[in-house]
């Protein structure tokens, strides 16, 4: 697509957007006006329709609340009474046919006791202005024989309940006029609307009140949604015409506004085109002092160095892509330093958590014995050579039996078997590196003529492993094996394997044992464990898994 005509769609796309953010706010402009046009209405009609009510009528219907039957209500809403109030309201409906939806006289529930101290939890219904009719579609459509679903009537003492209507409460309550402010759901009849309710008073504006002082009744007068909406609709149409007087004007300004901003922008395309096809001799015409001017200069400057240096381009592409290629490396001997392949590899792939589950492992822990005390009688540049000739070694044998070196904490070193890659020998492997690490210790004193020895632990069972944060992130085990672990070494004897009973299970054909009996293991209580022994010998190894000696 050309840019003259990008430009254009977008200065027209800017400008269309404004206009249709004006005409939605100047939509939003007249609804605002319009409702409070409609609610003032609302109000008035209302007001002067509480004073239209035939109190005397409405006294007589009241009356006759209470607990009346099906034929008794059908015959109060055939009474004279019932009609003329209905007439009334009809006759306020009618006043605005297009705003007004319903119209109803309310009278307070009788539960005086439970209201005493408070607004009225319910009303009745003493006449509503679509009774007579729906009755009659009713009767209609029973008789032509078009059985259906009978329509919603709000039939004569029929409760209300008004606890969801706070305004319609604060009426019966007070006998005051209330308006309310927004449209409010009404799930009982499936509308949302806005209502008045005023207090029937007579013409000299006296309230009506039944003989405990309470408010007599209101009139409910209500606008729904649908008709607001319609109101709306009515407006809309001149709001929808300025727009698209608007939205013509942006075109016309937008195609002027395009040709214009496009003209240097054209000649500086011409020149990259050239230098593009390898004509490095290419340079901008003098164009206009502004940013495209300055774009062109800059270009200019730029085709120049790059003239100069066109020739040991790929030299210096060479040396440049073998700098990346060194650094790759060593990031990636950092990283395989810092975890197992495996996960080194998923986090090159773009994983961001990595979390598994293994159900068969074996944990490892090894622990120097007396490392405070040794500590504090060698120096640090010593110390620090020793844990790290320690380690190292450690390492190697990790490697040699293919076990995860996990993490060292102080003069602790954990390892896993198992981990990342499921190995079914993993108890198996994971002894004998216990094995060797108590024999390389043992050496390594022997060599410096030192009193040092360590505790080795182990547990297999279940854990999490995954990689925790974003930064100096490590590949680490979660579980209650990790901690079985930890208490084998904690708990275990210097220069000896201490194991659990289920690592046990799994290499009594492999190691002669020496069973320690029970400790008191932190968290766990008591638990037997075994100390290793040593290897044994193929024979043996089947006597004992021909039912021989454990």
Same mark, same amino acid.
């Given at each position: 697509?050309?840019?003259?005509?990008?430009?254009?769609?977008?200065?027209?796309?800017?400008?269309?957007?404004?206009?249709?953010?004006?005409?939605?706010? +100047?939509?939003?402009?007249?609804?605002?006006?319009?409702?409070?046009?409609?609610?003032?209405?609302?109000?008035?009609?209302?007001?002067?329709?509480?004073?239209?009510?035939?109190?005397?009528?409405?006294?007589?219907?009241?009356? !006759?609340?209470?607990?009346?039957?099906?034929?008794?209500?059908?015959?109060?809403?055939?009474?004279?009474?019932?009609?003329?109030?209905?007439?009334?309201?009809?006759?306020?409906?009618?006043?605005?046919?297009?705003?007004? !939806?319903?119209?109803?006289?309310?009278?307070?529930?009788?539960?005086?006791?439970?209201?005493?101290?408070?607004?009225?939890?319910?009303?009745?219904?003493?006449?509503?202005?679509?009774?007579?009719?729906?009755?009659?579609?009713?009767?209609?459509?029973?008789?032509?024989?078009?059985?259906?679903?009978?329509?919603?009537?709000?039939?004569?003492?029929? /409760?209300?309940?008004?606890?969801?209507? /706070? +305004?319609?409460?604060?009426?019966?309550?007070?006998?005051?006029? !209330?308006?309310?402010?927004?449209?409010?759901?009404?799930?009982?009849?499936?509308?949302?609307?806005?209502?008045?309710?005023? /207090?029937?008073?007579?013409?000299?504006?006296?309230?009506?009140?039944?003989?405990?002082?309470?408010?007599?009744?209101?009139?409910?007068?209500?606008?729904?949604?649908?008709?607001? $909406?319609?109101?709306?609709?009515?407006?809309?149409?001149?709001?929808?015409?300025?727009?698209?007087?608007?939205?013509?004007?942006?075109?016309?300004?937008?195609?002027?506004?395009?040709?214009?901003?496009?003209?240097?922008?054209?000649?500086?395309?011409?020149?990259?085109?050239?230098?593009?096809?390898?004509?490095?001799?290419?340079?901008?015409?003098?164009?206009?002092?502004?940013?495209?001017?300055?774009?062109?200069?800059?270009?200019?400057?730029?085709?120049?160095?790059?003239?100069?240096?066109?020739?040991?381009?790929?030299?210096?592409?060479? !040396?440049?892509?073998?700098?990346?290629?060194?650094?790759?490396?060593?990031?990636?001997?950092?990283?395989?330093?810092?975890?197992?392949?495996?996960?080194?590899?998923? +986090?090159?792939?773009?994983?961001?958590?990595?979390?598994?589950?293994?159900?068969?492992?074996?944990?490892?822990?090894?622990?120097?014995?007396?490392?405070?005390?040794?500590?504090?009688?060698?120096? /640090?540049?010593?110390?620090?050579?020793?844990?790290?000739?320690?380690?190292?070694?450690?390492?190697?044998?990790?490697?040699?039996?293919?076990?995860?070196?996990?993490?060292?904490?102080?003069?602790?070193?954990?390892?896993?078997?198992?981990?990342?890659?499921?190995?079914?020998?993993?108890?198996?492997?994971?002894?004998?590196?216990?094995?060797?690490?108590?024999?390389?210790?043992?050496?390594?004193?022997?060599?410096?003529?030192?009193?040092?020895?360590?505790?080795?632990?182990?547990?297999?069972?279940?854990?999490?492993?995954?990689?925790?944060?974003?930064?100096?992130?490590?590949?680490?085990?979660?579980?209650?094996?990790?901690?079985?672990?930890?208490?084998?070494?904690?708990?275990?004897?210097?220069?000896?394997? $201490?194991?659990?009973?289920?690592?046990?299970?799994?290499?009594?054909?492999?190691?002669?044992?020496?069973?320690?009996?029970?400790?008191?293991?932190?968290?766990?209580?008591?638990?037997?464990?075994?100390?290793?022994?040593?290897?044994?010998?193929?024979?043996?190894?089947?006597?004992?898994?021909?039912?021989?000696?454990?």
């Amino acid at each position: 697509m050309r840019l003259r005509r990008k430009l254009t769609i977008a200065f027209f796309a800017v400008s269309s957007l404004l206009s249709v953010l004006f005409a939605l706010f +100047l939509y939003r402009f007249v609804e605002g006006q319009l409702t409070r046009d409609l609610r003032d209405r609302l109000r008035d009609l209302a007001h002067v329709g509480a004073h239209m009510i035939d109190l005397t009528a409405y006294q007589r219907l009241v009356a !006759q609340l209470g607990d009346p039957t099906a034929p008794q209500v059908a015959a109060i809403e055939d009474s004279a009474d019932y009609r003329r109030l209905s007439d009334q309201l009809n006759a306020i409906r009618s006043a605005e046919p297009t705003l007004i !939806q319903y119209a109803y006289l309310l009278a307070p529930g009788q539960e005086r006791s439970a209201e005493a101290a408070g607004a009225p939890r319910t009303a009745r219904f003493v006449v509503d202005a679509d009774v007579l009719k729906l009755r009659a579609t009713e009767a209609a459509n029973a008789s032509a024989g078009r059985p259906g679903r009978p329509p919603e009537i709000s039939h004569f003492n029929q /409760p209300y309940d008004v606890t969801a209507f /706070p +305004l319609l409460q604060e009426a019966l309550r007070t006998c005051a006029p !209330q308006l309310e402010p927004d449209f409010i759901e009404d799930p009982e009849f499936g509308v949302s609307s806005v209502s008045a309710y005023v /207090p029937l008073a007579s013409p000299d504006g006296t309230i009506l009140r039944d003989a405990d002082g309470r408010c007599g009744g209101v009139l409910g007068v209500d606008i729904t949604d649908r008709q607001m $909406q319609a109101a709306l609709d009515a407006t809309s149409g001149l709001t929808i015409k300025l727009s698209m007087v608007i939205v013509a004007l942006a075109l016309l300004v937008s195609i002027a506004m395009g040709t214009v901003l496009t003209r240097s922008i054209l000649a500086l395309t011409q020149t990259v085109k050239r230098f593009a096809d390898k004509d490095f001799s290419a340079r901008t015409p003098r164009l206009p002092r502004d940013e495209i001017g300055q774009l062109g200069e800059n270009f200019n400057a730029m085709a120049a160095t790059i003239q100069q240096h066109s020739e040991n381009l790929e030299e210096l592409v060479s !040396q440049r892509t073998k700098e990346l290629v060194e650094e790759k490396q060593t990031s990636e001997r950092l990283l395989l330093n810092v975890l197992p392949a495996p996960i080194a590899d998923r +986090l090159k792939s773009g994983e961001n958590l990595i979390v598994d589950r293994f159900e068969a492992v074996s944990v490892l822990f090894a622990d120097i014995v007396g490392f405070t005390a040794v500590a504090s009688r060698t120096s /640090p540049e010593v110390l620090v050579t020793m844990l790290n000739e320690l380690f190292s070694m450690y390492d190697r044998l990790a490697e040699r039996h293919g076990l995860e070196k996990i993490k060292t904490i102080g003069d602790a070193y954990m390892a896993v078997a198992g981990i990342p890659e499921p190995n079914e020998d993993h108890a198996l492997v994971i002894a004998r590196m216990a094995v060797d690490m108590i024999a390389g210790v043992d050496d390594y004193a022997k060599r410096h003529q030192m009193d040092l020895s360590i505790r080795v632990g182990i547990h297999t069972g279940s854990v999490v492993a995954g990689v925790i944060g974003t930064k100096k992130f490590i590949y680490d085990l979660w579980g209650d094996t990790v901690n079985t672990a930890s208490r084998m070494e904690s708990t275990g004897i210097p220069g000896r394997v $201490q194991a659990s009973e289920a690592t046990y299970q799994l290499l009594v054909e492999h190691f002669e044992w020496e069973a320690r009996g029970l400790i008191d293991v932190k968290g766990k209580g008591e638990m037997p464990v075994y100390l290793l022994v040593r290897p044994r010998e193929a024979g043996e190894r089947r006597a004992v898994a021909d039912g021989g000696d454990r």
